[in-house]
């Protein structure tokens, strides 16, 4: 089983809608995570960090998280053409000091 | 730009040559880390050094071998690598006891070993 699991997509949306991005995890003790936005040929950008049960906000973007169901996801308000890139999901045990990455979610916002 | 800088950003080498990656971060982090991305999988955790302790990844060769003279900076010495070992490799910083393990990727180095 894979530590962290996101659809790969390709994900595509239009231009001012919302993206929604999802990811779980299969370590139940893991304690924080994070979102990373990676363009072609670039490393990955954090784009937020979420560590307690519900919502958090930032601009446009706000993640979710429900330890119960083992779930993290990424809502994109007012999607930009800019926003087309990899989303990676990465969760942070609570033991040690690893990380763990999904394989990403490939947006595309179409103009 | 993050505050990490990784040199050199494009490397060639055959599979008889030695080389080193170095990493070095400017934003008061006390721990560093080395990541393996090769396509359509997942960032791939190496080498972790926090507070003078190192981490590994028991699945990676001998063949990479880390160092961490001081907090600041991090080198990965490479010898005798496989053309699978050809990947993006990056460098990661982060602050481990301010509770937010937040990680800031420096821009990487594009690996081929032919």
């Known amino acids: 089983q894979k530590e962290v699991e996101q659809n790969s997509g390709p994900l595509s949306v239009p231009e001012g809608a919302i993206a929604s991005l999802n990811c779980t995890y299969s370590d139940r003790v893991s304690q924080s995570f994070f979102w990373y936005r990676q363009y072609s040929g670039k490393s990955p950008e954090l784009i937020m960090s979420?560590?307690?049960?519900g919502d958090k906000e930032d601009g446009r973007f706000t993640a979710q998280l429900n330890k119960a169901s083992q779930y993290v996801s990424l809502l994109i308000r007012d999607s930009q053409p800019s926003d087309s890139a990899t989303y990676l999901c990465?969760?942070?045990?609570?033991?040690?000091?690893?990380?763990?990455f999904g394989t990403g979610t490939s947006l595309t916002v179409i103009p | 730009e993050t505050g990490v800088t990784q040199t050199p950003r494009h490397l060639v080498m055959g599979m008889t040559n030695k080389k080193s990656l170095k990493c070095e971060q400017h934003l008061g982090h006390n721990a560093m880390y080395w990541y393996k991305q090769s396509a359509k999988k997942p960032l791939e955790l190496m080498f972790v050094y926090s507070l003078e302790e190192r981490v590994e990844n028991n699945s990676v060769p001998s063949r990479f071998s880390p160092e961490c003279p001081n907090s600041s900076h991090l080198f990965l010495h490479l010898h005798t690598l496989q053309p699978e070992d050809s990947a993006l490799y990056l460098c990661a910083s982060s602050h481990r006891d301010r509770g937010d393990y937040e990680q800031y990727f420096g821009p990487g180095t594009r690996l081929t070993v032919t």
């Open positions: 990465a969760v942070r045990r609570s033991t040690g000091n690893q990380f763990y």
């Open positions: 979420i560590y307690s049960n």
